[in-house]
């Protein structure tokens, strides 16, 4: 990208998705600016004016914020206009200073206009920080009033006077007139986490700023025609954005009538005109109680402070084995008390049952799926690998087909072996060129569909598996996959598996792409008078869906409202974007038809949940949640903000884009699923508003903190490059192909994250010029092939060929489900097995005179961990192409030594028209009783 594109994301999208880190950024231009006049420039009437344009367009963000605050921006620019250089160079430092650090939420000296002076209005300190109390966490609440701004400061300070020592949060008002205003503000301020609406304002902003218009554009209908009820109008808008936002009406309208109403549904409280200051203010503190209590963590602690004696299993419980210990008494050094006093495997005394929830975990549990926009949600202590296996299990029947995408994790395969359901497998689009699959497109999907819907087999389609977003960062379109395949068959069950995407709950862009975001979509538009005509029109033009229908390939498909169930589960590794213990993860549901299921549901928690779960696994899961839900906006957009500029630098950079390069959405996504020609994050000409037309419309978006980076023009394959980074520049990574490394940017990085990685780039990058340079033209044509190899002679990526004959209902079937749990258990006996080696000769023939090779086992490379291979699965030319080539060292159910193991054909033709192998679930071509 060129230097001029790196300065529009940074001035046009920073805008967008970091307003707050643009703000700061601005700031330390003033601050910079104001030394400058201190130091007694020559150029201090330039440098002047040049500060007063950067206070006066802070201006209307900070009038969206509570710090600096009124007072010390009039203070500052007096400062400048008096030109008393060395006292606005004070204060400019201590603003600057404070926000960059964030240090204004719990030091008084920040709301201070000198160092030892007095505050310079003493009535703004929040009474936490001015009394140097212990520290309370500091939010900002929004007040949205039709009063002059005259009457505003005075609206503050009604506030701010019914502050008590004894509150357990501290709060600063900001104060808005305009609906434009308080949604702007909602944006921009992370530090909002309430909204006072007073009814009776109008709906123009009062600042005319071209940035913050197109953010507002992007996200707020046009103008109501009236502004009678813009004060729901405006609830709804800033509940679509920030759900987790507490959100409070005081109105003069017919209050009763209202709060009852499906139009304040989103609203917590309703308040009947401006004489409930004190409730509002014990509502706003009581609102913010509650996302922050975390049920479960807080009975650990305090149960962690009892003296406790422990007459049950797990003596690390207490501690008391350890600190005593002659030997392992650095492991109590090394964890700290709390661990093991919090330690304990009874389910009683203020603790509760995993397994069996009714107290504070069931209450944990509840929180969750509020946060995460489900019905309901479950905790799991071992990774979405578990929770994968128990959807699997308690959805499906033996004999029920789903439709799966081949790169799924592999918990999915291995979850279908246990149900003994019946895969269909369908692939994702490959990108051969980079030596990973894409994501898995509708098309292929509907085709699955409609070929068994020809064979009278649709009843048996239980659920549809993707990956959503991608290891890779493809972000499906959820909405129109799950209208799509509804069209098509209307009780379909999704499970999209979130492992990677929890977080993108948090985020107003990322969410209406979750499984539960399009869930809520999806109701929404069930129930929605204007949809059915949408349908009606759509079903008359359209006519029957099914494969002899030509159309129905090439046009999006609309579900009927009348026979939709909206069955949607959702698994999230919470502890991959978001503050858990490894192997935290969570199943959330958002399923009409839970009640049906609910029995098989605890069989298959009971199945396959330790009867030991962790408890400070449990506790993390607790406290991401309430993390995410007071901070997680500002976290994610953060993140968000971060990569794209990250991206920025590495493609930017003169030296190191010679070398290595982020792969761009144009690069990692295929036209055909950008309809909106998206190309890179902030690319030139590029606004919020086609950004937000490519998140609705675009078939795939690529996630921005999944960096894909392309290492083989610097000739390095993944692996090595992987290698390279941890052993000399101390940077881990997880995920690599042929050519590329994965570099994710979580809640958790920083600019000093990026900043290293720059550093090893550059230097990885300096030290490949030095070794041409040195290494004249013999090193130079090494170099060359090695790029070569890896960047022009990659492998064709196989595709899945088909289940072998034996595990086929009827191999003529245009449908490809088969039997592979009859597979799996087939490979269990050694005399049905064979191994032939990779290299030999003899496969070579096999594969290409017969008789056919069929795999016994899952081949699974690691990373990424989908397997190449699956059970009954016959081996073709291009998957032991693909194996020659790969570059992954670890390949899960394959021993080199050994070769691959397959089934024989003895064994196959044996199996073929009889009954099904020991240990198989009986065949069974009937639909599953239970949930469809
Ligand atoms: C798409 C996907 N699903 C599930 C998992 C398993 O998650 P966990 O590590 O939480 O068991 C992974 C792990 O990498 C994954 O990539």
Redesign the pocket.
């Known amino acids: 990208m060129a230097a001029t594109a790196k300065v529009e994301v940074r001035k046009g999208l920073s805008g967008y998705f970091s307003a707050s880190q643009g703000r700061v950024d601005r700031w330390r231009s003033v601050h910079r600016l104001a030394k400058a006049l201190a130091a007694g420039s020559s150029a201090s009437e330039a440098l002047r004016n040049e500060a007063l344009e950067e206070l006066n367009s802070l201006a209307p963000l900070e009038e969206l914020c509570a710090y600096p605050g009124p007072a010390l921006m009039a203070t500052l620019k007096e400062r400048l206009q008096t030109r008393d250089w060395t006292a606005f160079a004070r204060l400019a430092q201590r603003i600057s200073i404070s926000l960059l650090s964030n240090s204004y939420r719990d030091d008084p000296e920040a709301w201070k206009a000198d160092e030892d002076g007095e505050a310079h209005t003493p009535e703004v300190l929040p009474p936490g920080i001015a009394r140097g109390q212990a520290r309370k966490p500091y939010f900002e609440v929004l007040v949205v009033t039709p009063g002059e701004r005259s009457t505003w400061e005075a609206t503050r300070e009604s506030l701010r006077r019914l502050r008590r020592d004894s509150d357990s949060f501290i709060y600063e008002p900001v104060v808005v007139g305009s609906f434009e205003d308080a949604a702007l503000a909602a944006i921009v301020n992370y530090n909002i986490n309430a909204v006072v609406i007073f009814d009776g304002f109008g709906y123009p902003s009062q600042h005319a700023v071209p940035d913050l218009r197109e953010i507002l554009a992007a996200h707020v209908p046009a103008a109501p025609s009236t502004d009678a009820d813009l004060g729901t109008t405006l609830a709804r808008v800033l509940n679509t954005y920030r759900p987790e936002l507490d959100l409070y009406l005081a109105t003069d309208r017919d209050v009763g009538a209202l709060a009852g109403s499906d139009e304040a549904a989103c609203i917590r409280r309703v308040f009947y005109g401006v004489e409930e200051m004190l409730e509002i203010h014990l509502s706003i503190l009581d609102g913010i109680a509650e996302r922050y209590a975390t049920p479960f963590f807080d009975n650990l602690k305090k149960y962690a402070q009892r003296p406790i004696g422990t007459f049950h299993a797990l003596p690390v419980a207490r501690g008391k084995s350890i600190f005593k210990s002659n030997w392992i008494r650095d492991m109590g050094d090394f964890y700290g008390a709390n661990l093991f006093l919090a330690e304990s495997s009874a389910t009683t005394g203020g603790l509760d049952s995993l397994l069996e929830p009714t107290g504070n975990i069931k209450v944990a549990q509840e929180k969750a799926a509020r946060a995460l926009g489900g019905d309901r949600a479950f905790f799991v202590t071992?990774?979405?690998?578990?929770?994968?296996k128990i959807v699997h299990m308690a959805l499906l029947n033996p004999g029920d087909i789903v439709l799966i995408d081949r790169d799924?994790?592999k918990?999915?395969h291995y979850g279908l072996v246990l149900a003994g359901a019946q895969p269909y497998y369908i692939d994702a689009f490959p990108l051969t060129q980079y030596s990973m699959y894409g994501s898995l497109a509708i098309r292929p999907i509907k085709e699955a569909l409609l070929a068994l819907k020809a064979e009278n087999k649709l009843d048996r389609a239980k659920m549809v598996v993707l990956?959503n977003c991608?290891?890779d960062g493809h972000v499906a379109n959820t909405v129109q996959t799950m209208l799509e395949c509804l069209a098509i068959k209307p009780d379909l069950i999704f499970l999209w598996?979130e492992?990677?995407f929890g977080f993108a709950r948090f985020s107003p862009f990322l969410r209406r792409r979750t499984g539960m975001g399009a869930a809520a979509k999806i109701r929404g538009m069930m129930r929605d008078p204007a949809y059915r005509e949408r349908y009606n029109a759509f079903k008359a033009s359209v006519g029957e869906i099914d494969a002899k229908n030509k159309k129905v390939l090439d046009t999006p498909l609309l579900p009927d409202p009348d026979k939709v169930r909206v069955r949607v589960w959702e698994?999230d590794?919470v502890?991959?974007s978001m503050s858990a213990l490894r192997?935290g993860?969570i199943i959330v549901v958002a399923d009409q038809d839970f009640h049906r299921i609910e029995p098989m549901f605890k069989e298959s928690f009971f199945t396959h949940t330790s009867t030991s779960p962790n408890q400070q696994i449990i506790a993390s899961l607790d406290l991401a949640r309430r993390q995410m839900e007071l901070e997680g906006y500002e976290l994610v957009q953060r993140a968000i903000q971060l990569a794209i500029e990250a991206r920025a630098d590495i493609n930017s950079h003169p030296l190191v884009s010679k070398y290595f390069r982020a792969a761009t959405p144009a690069e990692m996504v295929p036209a055909q699923y950008r309809q909106s020609g998206i190309a890179d994050f902030g690319a030139p000409g590029w606004s919020v508003a086609k950004t937000m037309k490519a998140l609705d419309g675009d078939e795939f978006f690529l996630d921005p903190t999944r960096i894909t980076l392309l290492c083989g023009n610097a000739g390095y394959d993944g692996t090595q490059f992987k290698a390279l980074l941890s052993n000399e520049y101390d940077i881990q990574i997880n995920k690599t192909s042929r050519n590329s490394v994965l570099v994710q940017i979580n809640i958790n990085n920083t600019r000093s994250d990026v900043a290293l990685l720059m550093k090893a780039l550059a230097d990885i990058s300096r030290a490949i010029e030095k070794r041409l340079a040195e290494g004249g033209e013999k090193e130079k044509a090494i170099f060359e092939a090695r790029v070569k190899s890896l960047v022009t002679d990659v492998p064709d990526l196989p595709d899945f060929s088909r289940f072998h004959d034996a595990f086929r209902d009827n191999p003529k079937s245009a449908a490809n489900e088969g039997h592979m749990r009859e597979a799996f258990y087939l490979a269990a006996r050694p005399e049905a097995c064979e191994y032939l080696k990779l290299n030999s000769k003899e496969l070579d023939d096999r594969i290409r005179n017969g008789p056919e090779v069929v795999s016994a086992k899952f081949v699974i490379p690691y990373?990424?961990?989908f397997p190449i291979l699956v059970p009954g699965q016959v081996i073709t030319d291009a998957t032991i192409t693909f194996m020659r080539k790969l570059d992954v060292k670890e390949i899960h159910g394959y021993n080199a030594a050994m070769g691959l193991e397959c089934l024989k054909p003895e064994a196959l033709a044996q199996l073929k028209g009889k009954a099904p192998a020991a240990g198989a679930a009986q065949r069974s071509t009937k639909p599953s009783p239970v949930g469809t």
């Open positions: 071992n990774g979405t690998s578990t929770a994968n799924c994790h918990s999915h990956t991608t290891f598996d492992a990677w698994t590794s502890h991959k192997q993860s990373p990424p961990g």
